[in-house]
């Protein structure tokens, strides 16, 4: 794609523009074009105008993306290693709360410089976790400019079977993987807004740089949720959409969600439960299962290896969420880039 404003090579200066041309060609070349898991469906990979995959049959593609912004998503003196963990594992959490099995990615890179240990770092860590999930990266794009990092991420599910936001009904019960708030909490001591110390420190910090994506257990819902969606804005925000969507209501118990210890040693029980009601970074699913799949749910909590898992309100009639706090209801709000 080439850029309007930018300012064209006239004939007399054409050496800057080789150098640059050169660069990006070069840094595509030696860091992403065998990047990731090596497939057998790519029929065709990095190099060319587009990528071509192949689509089992009986399958549907699940198409996600996000971008991460510097200054926005990733402090400005973030580890190239977790902005590119952060970058794939959102959109592999979004893979999660569909229920697909990830299979490809691109990636749109927009680079102050062309600082070659930067991209050398960055495109380890990506390369890592893309093998780790058994994604292979088939194509992008590289650019100059502020730093931020596009990824788009492609999964299969087989045919009508993905999880969606807008299947919960009244008498479902609301559940969530993992610890809600510890990410969240994980900022805040980055940000030196949170004090805390030692284990319960690494522990949560852990937790906001390296977010795991849920995608075996969103594999393992298809069937089981009625509705499911991952948490990046914080457990109430993104249970209220899920509702939304659903066109019906929730209640959300406080007492029933969870706090990790180093959550609750950091933070203190007041302000954890800020943390995993309104904290966002997440990437645990939130999730509904009606009374029918309930035993089949209770199984798969059984199987080794499975995330924490707990019940925290129910679907109910109506809109909105209301959060209860023993008889108490509380007002709490997720977060939005767009309102102060
Ligand atoms: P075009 O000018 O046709 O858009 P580019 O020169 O931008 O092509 O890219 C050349 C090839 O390298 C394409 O196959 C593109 O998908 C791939 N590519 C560019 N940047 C990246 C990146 N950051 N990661 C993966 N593939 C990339
Ligand atoms: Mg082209």
Not at 125 to 147: C, M, N, Q, W, Y
Not at 206 to 235: K, M, N, T, Y
Not at 289 to 311: D, I, K, N
Request: proline share 5%; hydrophobic share 45%; net charge negative.
């Amino acid at each position: 794609m080439q850029c309007w404003t930018a300012r064209r090579p006239s004939y007399a200066e054409p050496s800057t523009a080789l150098i640059e041309m050169a660069g990006e060609f070069e840094l595509i070349d030696r860091y992403f074009t065998h990047s990731g898991a090596q497939r057998s469906d790519v029929v065709l990979g990095v190099g060319d105008d587009g990528a071509i995959v192949n689509i089992p049959e009986g399958h549907e593609l699940v198409v996600v993306a996000d971008t991460v912004v510097c200054g926005v998503h990733f402090p400005t003196d973030a580890e190239p290693a977790d902005v590119a963990y952060r970058a794939l594992a959102v959109n592999l959490s979004d893979l999660a709360a569909m229920g697909a099995q990830p299979a490809w990615a691109t990636l749109a890179l927009t680079l102050p410089t062309a600082d070659e240990m930067w991209v050398e770092t960055f495109a380890g860590a990506f390369s890592a976790l893309a093998r780790k999930f058994e994604v292979a990266l088939i194509g992008g794009d590289t650019t100059r400019g502020p730093l931020s990092v596009t990824v788009q991420a492609m999964g299969l599910v087989p045919r009508g079977s993905a999880l969606r936001r807008s299947g919960a009904r009244p008498g479902d019960l609301v559940y969530v993987t993992g610890w809600p708030g510890d990410a969240a909490a994980g900022l805040a001591l980055l940000q030196g807004r949170l004090g805390g110390q030692g284990a319960d420190r690494g522990w949560l910090i852990r937790r906001f740089q390296r977010p795991e994506p849920r995608v075996d257990w969103g594999l393992r819902l298809r069937g089981v949720a009625s509705a499911c969606i991952d948490v990046s804005d914080g457990l109430a925000a993104d249970l209220g959409q899920l509702v939304s969507v659903s066109g019906v209501g929730a209640v959300l118990r406080v007492e029933s969600v969870p706090l990790s210890r180093a959550l609750y040693a950091c933070a203190g029980e007041e302000r954890a439960r800020e943390f995993a009601l309104c904290g966002g970074d997440d990437y645990e699913l939130l999730f509904t299962v009606p009374e029918s799949r309930r035993s089949e749910l209770a199984a798969l909590m059984a199987l080794p290896g499975a995330p924490a898992v707990h019940c925290i309100g129910e679907i109910v009639a109506g809109s909105g969420v209301r959060v209860r706090l023993g008889s108490r209801e509380l007002a709490v709000r997720g977060f939005d880039h767009f309102r102060p």
